[in-house]
């Protein structure tokens, strides 16, 4: 059985592209055809795709991407409901199962690194909840839970959103319930390999990536992301009101920022998300069981000044080492 690819990599960084063309060679050569006669299926690892509606603010895949290959694990709950990360996890193993006994090959791409660890080294179930522990740590306020959490798990507090509420409550959650830090029981990134997985990680230049940010959120607004937000506001539901671009033009329409500020803070924040997303990536490339794809020497592009990822010759890397196993160099 041939390795299930997952792509990692920041914010803009062309992992939806590389799935993309990924899939089209799957499709269009002989090697592909012979080995995944049903083609190739792409799977979102991420948080915020699954809500029905959230589209601009979650680079959801647009009908001509979804026409040309099939996509999974998006518009699955509506925006008002919780949605966790075992129930993604949950999916997506069925998911996969169901493609490679159709035949197909399944292509996981995300930015939600915590759905990603939990696919390919498993779940950290932890203490059951405290609800009334909760409760006391929840009336503290964000500030100074995120303060706590920085001097006894430095760890966690360095790979959970700062304004991520409800993980930063969890992982004090259970440091008070064990004792221990969460970090510490999760056990992130373990050195071994998984050869059901591929995992395929896109390493960009800081400076680079954050000029794509910049260009994204831009690119956002003008396809309608302030009148998104608009429409969902009355059905958000805590955990997708928390998307990047949502929380922060929600504050704008409850009058507390101008548009301006607003959108300046998404790409603030976007970029330090992105940030995140790189400790995450450092931990994936110390594992030695997957692919760097370097974007270092990426071509500008001429109109847009910005870099634009080798997707095609990125593929061709890919497809290479699915073709020859897991254990392939």
């Known amino acids: 059985m041939h390795p299930t ?11 939806s592209d590389l799935a993309l063309a990924l899939a089209r060679l799957v499709r269009e050569s002989p090697e592909g055809r012979e080995k995944w006669p049903g083609g190739a299926a792409i799977l979102a690892a991420d948080a915020f795709q699954v809500y029905r509606g959230l589209d601009i603010a979650s680079a ?3 009908s001509t991407d979804r026409a040309a290959c099939e996509h999974l694990l998006i518009d ?22 169901d493609c490679r006994v159709a035949g197909k090959l399944p292509i996981v791409v995300g930015g ?40 006894v798990d430095a760890a966690a507090a360095a790979r959970i ?27 992130q990134w373990d050195d071994g390999s998984n050869s059901d997985f591929l995992l395929i990680v896109l390493d960009w ?20 992301m302030l009148e998104e937000a608009k429409r969902l506001m009355p059905t958000l539901g805590p955990t997708a009101r928390e998307a990047l671009g949502t929380k922060q033009l929600i504050e704008h329409l409850r009058g ?9 803070r998404v790409k603030i924040e976007t970029r330090r998300f992105a940030k995140n997303q790189r400790t995450w990536l450092k931990r ?46």
């Open 112 to 151: 939600t690194h915590l759905y990603i660890k939990l696919l390919v080294d498993g779940m950290f179930e932890g203490p059951a909840a405290d609800e009334a522990l909760r409760e006391r740590l929840r009336s503290r306020g964000l500030a100074s839970l995120r303060e706590q959490l920085e001097h």
């Open 284 to 329: 994936l490339r110390s594992r030695g069981d997957g692919l760097v794809l370097d974007a270092s020497g990426a071509a500008i592009d001429p109109v847009t000044q910005l870099a634009t990822p080798p997707v095609d010759e990125w593929a061709r890397r890919v497809f290479s080492r699915l073709t020859a196993g897991a254990g392939s160099t």
């Open 161 to 187: 959103h700062p304004n991520d509420e409800r993980r930063t409550i969890r992982a004090l959650e259970v440091f008070e319930l064990t004792g221990k830090p969460i970090s510490e029981h999760q056990q």
């Open 256 to 264: 507390q920022c101008t548009l301006e500020d607003a959108v300046e």
């Open 60 to 62: 959801k895949p647009g």
């Open 5 to 15: 690819p997952v792509i990692c990599g920041p914010t803009a960084g062309g992992k």
């Open 205 to 224: 230049p800081i400076d680079t990536i954050n000029r794509r940010i910049n260009a994204r959120v831009k690119g956002m607004m003008e396809r309608g």
């Open 76 to 97: 699955l709950v509506e925006p008002s409901e919780p949605f966790t990360a075992s129930q993604w996890l949950a999916l997506a193993k069925r998911v996969i199962e």
